[in-house]
């Protein structure tokens, strides 16, 4: 399975409003519910009126169109990452699945992936 580094540092955080996102960058996840606002944006484009925010994330995507009824693939990729006890935050997509890991585990995973016979491209 191919996958592919996003090269940015990243941040996961709880916002009050859409506002101040700045959804012409190259990535701006947003999700809503009936408790919270959720963005994860480049940590250059976190809004000034953010609630809380963690920083320093790094980032890959699997490559590819993932079907809805393709079973497996984020559960074998997040087993090889527990196993070594790095943590990770997931989102999903209509297309593909996208997995963030703390910069400082980073080159880690990316090794630990590697090994259990991902490719990076």
């Known amino acids: 399975?191919?996958?592919?580094?996003?090269e940015r540092e990243m941040s996961i955080c709880k916002i009050k409003d859409i506002s101040q996102v700045n959804f012409e960058d190259t990535f701006c996840f947003v999700a809503k519910t009936d408790e919270e606002l959720?963005?994860?944006?480049?940590?250059?484009?976190?809004?000034a009126?953010?609630?809380?925010?963690?920083?320093?994330?790094?980032?890959?995507?699997?490559?590819g169109t993932l079907e809805f009824s393709t079973v497996g693939i984020?559960?074998?990729?997040?087993?090889?990452?527990?196993?070594?006890?790095?943590g990770l935050f997931v989102?999903?997509?209509?297309h593909?699945?996208?997995?963030?890991?703390?910069k400082e585990k980073f080159d880690e995973a990316v090794n630990v992936l590697e090994?259990?016979?991902y490719m990076f491209v």
Do not use: H
């Not at 009126?49 to 490559?63: K, Q, V, Y």
């Not at 593909?96 to 703390?102: A, G, I, R």
């Open 38 to 47: 959720s963005l994860v944006c480049a940590s250059d484009q976190v809004p």
């Open 49 to 63: 009126d953010c609630l809380s925010c963690d920083d320093g994330w790094r980032g890959f995507r699997i490559m």
């Open 96 to 102: 593909t699945d996208y997995v963030l890991v703390k």
């Open 91 to 94: 989102i999903r997509t209509f």
């Open 74 to 86: 984020l559960a074998k990729l997040t087993t090889v990452l527990a196993n070594a006890r790095i």
């Open 115 to 117: 090994m259990g016979g």
């Open 1 to 6: 399975m191919e996958l592919k580094v996003i």
